[in-house]
C-alpha cells in the first residue's frame, strides 16, 4: 500500500479566467509532488490544536485506466486466470466512503472518454442533492469546455450554476405583471368609502370614535388650514408628532389631502433626535396635539390639531372645491419615513405609498373597515389588548411576531384563547417567524383563521413576498412566501450572479413599490439601487434562499443591520454615537440573544451610566444598548480588526460595574418576591440587581415588560382595572414595584391568634384533599398505602384491657378528627369532613393469641392491607386490637388484663394521624390511662376542622409569589431518567409495591456526617439532602435539573403543635446544579433553598399544581420522595403509672406497601 493522501490548497481569484486558474493549480499540483512522499499522519501532527482537518472531508482523484489491460489472461504454470464481468447491485445505504464528498473522474484509454463519480455521505446529503450536484457538474464542464473561445474569455463568477429548469423557474416566479383598476391616491380612495359608507364608524379609540363622515369632514378642515392659513404647497415635507389617538387618523389624512408629504416623529425620541429630523427634512410645520407640543420649543411652528379643529368646527363653509383642484397624483411621494442609518444619521426613505402604521390605518380606511385603535401602550397591557378584540370583535389584526408571541403565551396562561374567536386574518412581519410561534398560535385558536407572513423593507414599502402559513403543518421553517403581483424578486451572489436553487444569496427587489430614494442622499440612493435588465431593483441586504417550490426563505444579513423586535436598527449609528463621547478611542455594539443591544466601550475614564444618558439624549429608546461593558482594550484579531468572537459575556464584571455591596438589596418579603420575578424575566444568571435600578435599562424592553406585568397579576392576584400597567412603566424599579404591589395585596401573613369556630362540617383539608385523592385515583384499591399502626409490647406490669379502653374513648372525645367522615360531594366537587357522635368510629378488634414475633408480624401484616380495616365515609379511621403471647399448657391467659409480654396494636389512616400525631395520640392515652381517665377538655381550644377552615382563608399571595418564582424555571412534567429495568404505563394505576434497600453506616461514617454538619452549621436534613441530589447527578447520567418532593411537617404556627390530624406537605425540591460547583457551595446553595422552602411550607401542594397547569396523577417529581427522619432514643418507651410499654418493632418484607 503506497497511496498517501496530500492536501491540495487553492486560493483563487473570482476574477481570473480559466486559463488563469488552471495555470495556477498546474503549478500547486507540480510543488505538492515534490513533497508527496511526506506521510499525512506526520502533517497533521503538526498540527495537533486542530481539532479536525477539514481538508479530509473532500477528496479528488483522476484514475486512467484501459478495459484491455484489466482483460488480458494470467499465466500461472499451466492454469490461466482471467478477470470475469460481474454485476453486484449494491443499495445506497451500503456503499461505504472515508470522506464526506469524493470527485472521482475516470479515463478509458481506449475509448478516449471520462467519466466521474461523485460519492457523497448520506449523513449531510440527500440522494437528490446528490444528483443534483452532479447534474451541475456536468452543467458546469459543458460551459467550460464546449466552446472553449466564448468561455476562457470570461472570469470564472460569470459560469452560471443554473440548471435549465431552475432558469424556467426563475422566469415563472417573477411572471407576477397584474393589471388593477385605475391607480387613485390614498385620500380620493378614503373619500369614496366615505360617500358609500358616511355613519359607518370610521375609527374607534375606547370610548372614543368617528363615522366616516365625521373624518372626512375634520380632515378637510384640516386640509383647508394647511393649505389656506399655512401656505401648504404640493410635495411640501409636513411633520406630525402626536401620540395614537384620532388626532393621529386626521393629521396624517389632511396632510395627503393638502398634497402635502408625510414625516411621521416619534413622541418616544429624544428632543435632540428630533430636531435632527426636523432639520434634514426643512420641514416648516409639525402637527402635534396636548401630550406631544411640549417636547418643541418656539422655534419651530407647531399646529396643535385638536386646538385647531375646535377653533374652526363652527365653520360650515369648507371649500371642497379648493380641495379638488390640489392636483395629486399617484406618482407624488405620499410620505418620507426614517430608518437607522450606517453613517449614524438616519435616512429618510421618500415613498409613494405607505408603510406599517399608516398601512394600517389606510388599510382599514381604504376599504370601508373599521380601525380600533389602542390608547399608548395598549400593545404591552395584555388584559387590555386581549378585552379590546374580544369586545371590538377584531376580523384583522397585524403584529410583529415577538408581540405576537407574547399575546398568545399570555393568552394560554390566562385561559383566554377565545381571544381569537372572530379572527379572520392574523398577518407579522418585521422578524423571522419560527415554526415555535406557528405552533403557538395552532394550540391557541378556538377559529380557523388565515395566518400571514409579509416580508420588505422600507424601501420596497412594506412587504413585498407574502406567504399563508398551514400552523397546522410541521414545516422545518417558515418561508417568506411568493412575490407579490407586480413585484420582482431574484437572487444574485456576491459577484450578481443568478443563485441557484437552495443557494443562499442576497435578495433584490423590484417593482411598484421601489421607493424613490433617500431624502437627500443620492449617494448612497446610488449604492442601494441597482439597474439589472434594465430594471432598477434595491439591494436589501437580506440572505435568503428560493427552494423548488419558487418560495424564499429568510436566511440573515450580509451586514450588521439587525431588527430587534421588529424595528430596524443599523448598529454603526449606534457605534457613531458612542464616538462622539470624546474620551472613548473605539467601540463595537452587538445584538446578544435575540433580545438585547450590548455596547462594548474601550475607555479608562467613564461610567456607565454616563454612556446611557449620552445615547438616551441622542437615541430612540429602542436603540439604547441594554448593556454597557467598559473594557481598557477590545479585543483585536490578526488583521487588527476588532474580534467580535472574543468579546466578554453579560457575565463578565468590569471594573467599573458596581459590586454587590454597593447595590440596594431588598429590604422586605415583597421586594424579595419582585426582584426573583425580575431575575427571571430577565435571565440575569449571576448579575445581581438593584432594587433602585431601572428595568429598562439593564435589558428590560417592552415584550419583557408584557411578561413582568403579567406575572405580577398572576402571583399576586390582581387585574388591569385594580392596577394598570401604566404605573409600573412610570416606576420601573423593583422598590417602586413592590410599593404598587403593597396596594393590592396585605404586607404579611396576619399572626393573628387562631380561634375556635364551633362548627361540625367544613372542607376537608388540603393534606385530607391530597391523602383522599391518592387513594382515589393514584394506587391501586387492593394495596393499602395509607393505613398505618403502632405497636407497644408490655414489658412491665399489666394493663387493665377496660381501662385501655376508656383511656382510647377520651382521646377520640378530644381529638374531633379521630371520628371525622370524609364524603365527596358531587355538586359542588368538594370534599367535606363530619364531625358526630352517631356513628361507630371506634373498632376494637377481637384478642388474639400468638406464639411468636413471626406470627405476630403476619398477623398485623394482614389486618393493615385489607382494604376494609377503615371507612372514610362512615369516620372509622381509628382501630385497636390486643394480643396475649400463647401460654403453657399449665398456664390460663387472662382475659382482662394485658400482661407481660401482651401487645396492644392502634391502627389509624393517615388522612387523620401523621407521624407528630402519634406521638401526641401515645401521650394522651398514657395520661388518660393513669390519671383515672381524666384529659382536659377545652371547649375553646382550636380543632382539626378549624385549621381547615382557617387554612384556605390565609393570605398566600407571598407564599403563591415564592413558588411560582421557585419553579418557573423547571419542567416540572419531565421526569428523572433513573435506570429503571421496565417502564410502567400511564394509564396504569401503581401497585403500591415497594423493594426495600436497607444501608446502614457504620458509626465512624455516621461521626464524619454529623462532624460536617456541625462545622458548617447545617442540619442533617440539608446535608443528606445535598448527598442526595449529588447521587441522582450521577445516577441520571449528570441531569443538572433536579426536582424531587419532600415531606414537610407543616406545624407552622404554635396551637398546631398538640394536635392530632394530617398536616404533612408534600412539596417539590428543585435545584439547578453547576457541575463547577464545589461540594461546600453546593451545600451552601441546598441549605439556602431549605430555608426559603420552610417560610412558605405551608403552601398547599394542590395550589402549585393548580398554579402550573398540573394533575396529581401525573407529576413526575412526587415520584421520588426525599426524607430524613430524627430518630430520638426516648420515644419507643411509655410509661402509664407501674406499667411500661415498648414499640414493637415490625420488620419490613422486601415487597411491601
Not at 488480458?72 to 456503499?95: C, N, Q, R, T, Y
Not at 467519466?115 to 440527500?126: G, M, P, R, V, Y
Not at 431624502?519 to 432598477?536: C, N, P, S, Y
Request: net charge negative; glycine share 4%; hydrophobic share 40%.
Amino acid at each position: 500500500m503506497f497511496v498517501n493522501a496530500i492536501p491540495l490548497r487553492c486560493q483563487l481569484d473570482p476574477q481570473w479566467l480559466l486559463h488563469k486558474l488552471v495555470k495556477h493549480v498546474q503549478e500547486i499540483l507540480t510543488n505538492s509532488r515534490k513533497y508527496s512522499y511526506f506521510p499525512l499522519r506526520r502533517l497533521l501532527d503538526q498540527h495537533p490544536h486542530a481539532s479536525k482537518s477539514a481538508f479530509l472531508d473532500t477528496s479528488f482523484e483522476f484514475m486512467r485506466y484501459s478495459p484491455q489491460d484489466l482483460g488480458k489472461d494470467i499465466i500461472i504454470g499451466d492454469s490461466h486466470l482471467f478477470a470475469m464481468p460481474i454485476s453486484i447491485k449494491i443499495s445506497e445505504d451500503e456503499v461505504m466512503s472515508k470522506f464526506d464528498f469524493i470527485v472521482s473522474i475516470q479515463h478509458d484509454f481506449d475509448m478516449n472518454q471520462l467519466s466521474c463519480t461523485i460519492n457523497a455521505s448520506l449523513d449531510l446529503f440527500n440522494v437528490e442533492t446528490i444528483h443534483k450536484i452532479g447534474q451541475r457538474f456536468h452543467s458546469m464542464c459543458r460551459q467550460l469546455l464546449a466552446s472553449i473561445h466564448n468561455q476562457t474569455t470570461q472570469s470564472i463568477y460569470e459560469l452560471s450554476f443554473i440548471m435549465p429548469d431552475e432558469r424556467l423557474l426563475m422566469q415563472s416566479m417573477n411572471n407576477t405583471q397584474a393589471s388593477f383598476s385605475s391607480i387613485t391616491c390614498i385620500h380620493h380612495e378614503f373619500v369614496n368609502q366615505a360617500m358609500k359608507h358616511p355613519q359607518k364608524l370610521a375609527v374607534e379609540l375606547d370610548e372614543q370614535s368617528l363615522t366616516y363622515c365625521e373624518v372626512l369632514y375634520y380632515v378637510q378642515i384640516l386640509s383647508l388650514t394647511l393649505l389656506n392659513e399655512y401656505h401648504v404647497i404640493p410635495g411640501e415635507i409636513v411633520c406630525q408628532c402626536v401620540e395614537r389617538s384620532l388626532s393621529m387618523v386626521i393629521g396624517i389624512m389632511g396632510i395627503e389631502m393638502a398634497g402635502g408629504v408625510y414625516c411621521p416623529l416619534s413622541p418616544r425620541d429624544p428632543q435632540h433626535r428630533l430636531y435632527t429630523l426636523i432639520q434634514q427634512t426643512r420641514s416648516r410645520l409639525v402637527l402635534v396635539h396636548w401630550l406631544t407640543k411640549m417636547k418643541f420649543n418656539n422655534d419651530i411652528l407647531l399646529i396643535d390639531i385638536q386646538s385647531m379643529l375646535l377653533n374652526n368646527e363652527a365653520k360650515n363653509d369648507v371649500n371642497v372645491d379648493q380641495l379638488s383642484s390640489i392636483t395629486v397624483t399617484p406618482n407624488n411621494i405620499a410620505y418620507i419615513i426614517f430608518t437607522s442609518g450606517s453613517t449614524g444619521i438616519p435616512k429618510a426613505i421618500a415613498r409613494c405609498s405607505f408603510d406599517i402604521h399608516v398601512q394600517e390605518i389606510f388599510g382599514a380606511l381604504m376599504h370601508g373597515a373599521t380601525l380600533v385603535m389602542l390608547h399608548p401602550r395598549g400593545t404591552i397591557d395584555f388584559d387590555y389588548l386581549s378585552n379590546i378584540v374580544q369586545m371590538k370583535q377584531i376580523t384583522y389584526i397585524l403584529m410583529v411576531p415577538s408581540l405576537l408571541r407574547s399575546f398568545f403565551t399570555l393568552a394560554a396562561q390566562s385561559d383566554k384563547t377565545a381571544v381569537s374567536k372572530y379572527f379572520r386574518s392574523l398577518c407579522t412581519g418585521g422578524e423571522s417567524v419560527s415554526v415555535q410561534l406557528s405552533t403557538l398560535i395552532a394550540n391557541n385558536s378556538v377559529s380557523e383563521y388565515n395566518v400571514w407572513n409579509y416580508y420588505g423593507p422600507a424601501e420596497i414599502t412594506i412587504s413585498c413576498t407574502l406567504h399563508l402559513i398551514d400552523i397546522k403543518a410541521n414545516p422545518k421553517s417558515i418561508p417568506i412566501g411568493r412575490s407579490l403581483p407586480n413585484y420582482r424578486c431574484i437572487i444574485l451572489s456576491e459577484f450578481l450572479q443568478l443563485a441557484s436553487v437552495n443557494q443562499e444569496g442576497e435578495l433584490f427587489v423590484g417593482g411598484v413599490g421601489l421607493f424613490a430614494g433617500y431624502l437627500g442622499r443620492d449617494d448612497l440612493t446610488a449604492k442601494a439601487l441597482i439597474e439589472i435588465d434594465e430594471q432598477l431593483f434595491y439591494r436589501t441586504g437580506d440572505l435568503v434562499t428560493i427552494d423548488n417550490n419558487s418560495l424564499f426563505y429568510h436566511r440573515g444579513r450580509k451586514d450588521h443591520q439587525i431588527k430587534l423586535r421588529g424595528q430596524r436598527i443599523e448598529l454603526s449609528e449606534i457605534e457613531r454615537c458612542l464616538l462622539k463621547i470624546t474620551i472613548i478611542s473605539v467601540c463595537v455594539v452587538i445584538k446578544w440573544n435575540d433580545d438585547y443591544l450590548v455596547a462594548y466601550v474601550q475607555s479608562s475614564d467613564i461610567h456607565e451610566e454616563q454612556l446611557r444618558q449620552h445615547c438616551q439624549s441622542h437615541l430612540p429608546p429602542h436603540m439604547i444598548p441594554s448593556f454597557f461593558i467598559i473594557l481598557d482594550k477590545l479585543p483585536l484579531n490578526q488583521n487588527g480588526k476588532i474580534d467580535r468572537k472574543l468579546l466578554p459575556s453579560l457575565q463578565y464584571s468590569s471594573p467599573t460595574m458596581p459590586s454587590l455591596s454597593e447595590l440596594d438589596t431588598p429590604v422586605n418579603q415583597i421586594e424579595k418576591s419582585v426582584y426573583d420575578i425580575w431575575y427571571q424575566v430577565l435571565e440575569h444568571n449571576g448579575r445581581h440587581i438593584s432594587t433602585t435600578t431601572n428595568f429598562f435599562t439593564i435589558g428590560g424592553h417592552s415584550r419583557l415588560f408584557i411578561e413582568l406585568y403579567h406575572r405580577y397579576q398572576t402571583i399576586f392576584g390582581f387585574n388591569s382595572r385594580t392596577l394598570s400597567i401604566n404605573p409600573f412603566l412610570e416606576q420601573p424599579t423593583i422598590q417602586q414595584h413592590a410599593k404598587l404591589l403593597k396596594t393590592v395585596t396585605i404586607d404579611d401573613i396576619r399572626r393573628e391568634q387562631w380561634y375556635t369556630l364551633h362548627i361540625n362540617q367544613s372542607m376537608a383539608s388540603f393534606a385530607q384533599e391530597r391523602i383522599f385523592l391518592d387513594e382515589q385515583i393514584r394506587f391501586s384499591y387492593k394495596h393499602i398505602f395509607y393505613n398505618n399502626f403502632v405497636a407497644l409490647r408490655v414489658t412491665e406490669g399489666v394493663l387493665s384491657i377496660k381501662r385501655v379502653l376508656q383511656a382510647l374513648q377520651l382521646v377520640l372525645k378530644k381529638h374531633e378528627i379521630l371520628r371525622t367522615s370524609l364524603v365527596f360531594n358531587n355538586n359542588d366537587s368538594t370534599l367535606q369532613q363530619y364531625v358526630t357522635d352517631n356513628h361507630k368510629t371506634f373498632t376494637f378488634r377481637d384478642q388474639q393469641n400468638f406464639e411468636s414475633d413471626n406470627e405476630l408480624q403476619n398477623i398485623i401484616y394482614r389486618t393493615v392491607i385489607n382494604p376494609d380495616l377503615f371507612d372514610l365515609s362512615s369516620g372509622r379511621v381509628f382501630s385497636c386490637q390486643m394480643f396475649q403471647q400463647q401460654k403453657t399448657t399449665h398456664e390460663t391467659a387472662h382475659t382482662d388484663f394485658l400482661e407481660k409480654s401482651g401487645v396492644l396494636v392502634l391502627y389509624f389512616h393517615h388522612v387523620a394521624v401523621d407521624g407528630t400525631s402519634i406521638a401526641i395520640l401515645l401521650s394522651d392515652f398514657c395520661n388518660a390511662y393513669s390519671n383515672n381517665m381524666t384529659v382536659s377538655l377545652d371547649e375553646q381550644s382550636l380543632k382539626y376542622i378549624d385549621y381547615a377552615v382557617h387554612e384556605r382563608i390565609m393570605d398566600m399571595t407571598l407564599s403563591r409569589s415564592f413558588w411560582y418564582s421557585q419553579l418557573e424555571r423547571f419542567n416540572l412534567k419531565r421526569a428523572l431518567k433513573l435506570p429503571v429495568d421496565r417502564h410502567r404505563s400511564s394509564v396504569v394505576q401503581r401497585s403500591n409495591l415497594a423493594s426495600v434497600a436497607q444501608i446502614s453506616f457504620d458509626k465512624e461514617l455516621s461521626m464524619m456526617f454529623l462532624t460536617y454538619a456541625s462545622l458548617h452549621q447545617i442540619t442533617p436534613f440539608q446535608l443528606s439532602l445535598t448527598i442526595f441530589y449529588l447521587f441522582l447527578f450521577k445516577l441520571t447520567h449528570e441531569e443538572t435539573d433536579l426536582c424531587i418532593a419532600s415531606l414537610n411537617a407543616n406545624r407552622h404556627r404554635s396551637e398546631l403543635e398538640n394536635m392530632i390530624g394530617m398536616f404533612v406537605s408534600t412539596l417539590p425540591y428543585c435545584v439547578q446544579l453547576n457541575s463547577h460547583l464545589s461540594f461546600d457551595e453546593l451545600v451552601k446553595h441546598v441549605r439556602e433553598k431549605c430555608l426559603s422552602i420552610l417560610e412558605h411550607s405551608h403552601y398547599p401542594l394542590q395550589h402549585i399544581l393548580a398554579d402550573f397547569r398540573l394533575n396529581q396523577s401525573d407529576v413526575p417529581f412526587l415520584d421520588i420522595v426525599f426524607n430524613f427522619l430524627p430518630d430520638s432514643i426516648n420515644t419507643d418507651r411509655y410509661s402509664i403509672g407501674d406499667v411500661w410499654l415498648e414499640e414493637v418493632p415490625i420488620e419490613e418484607s422486601n415487597e411491601i406497601a
